[in-house]
């Protein structure tokens, strides 16, 4: 069992830098596997990138590769999300997530999510 808490959305120009937060209740943090996804208004959610439990491993959307970077620490139980060089097109609520079966690119196959950060690019 894992509660997921998001920050660190916003507004924010194209080109500009955000960095969200996934916080994450109880000891057992550092045992799950995360990933964030995002939704934009009218498509469907989409899978943006993973961290293993041990944060050795990591998986990229093609969109994203090069600007975003995933990374967690397990003494916080905080999962991150650094996103460079924003595009309007990654306008979405991002969601981070929790999978026994990581690597896995479908929303169905994440145990836990949490409520979602708006982030918006303006152009």
């Known amino acids: 069992q894992v509660q997921l808490v998001e920050s660190g959305g916003g507004l924010v120009q194209a080109g500009g830098s955000l960095r969200l937060s996934c916080a994450a209740s109880?000891?057992?943090?550092?045992?799950?596997?995360m990933a964030w996804f995002r939704q934009a208004p009218g498509k469907e959610r989409e899978f943006v990138t993973s961290?293993?439990?041990?944060?050795?491993?990591?998986y990229y959307a093609d969109s994203v590769k090069g600007r975003f970077t995933i990374s967690r620490d397990n003494v916080k139980n905080t999962v991150y999300l650094q996103m460079n060089s924003l595009e309007p097109e990654d306008t979405a609520v991002y969601y981070c997530?929790?999978?026994?079966?990581?690597?896995?690119?479908?929303?169905?196959?994440?145990?836990?999510w949490g409520q979602g950060t708006q982030v918006t690019v303006s152009s």
């Open positions: 997530a929790t999978t026994s079966r990581f690597g896995s690119v479908y929303p169905a196959h994440y145990d836990y």
């Open positions: 961290i293993s439990w041990s944060g050795g491993t990591t």
């Open positions: 109880g000891r057992t943090f550092s045992r799950y596997d």
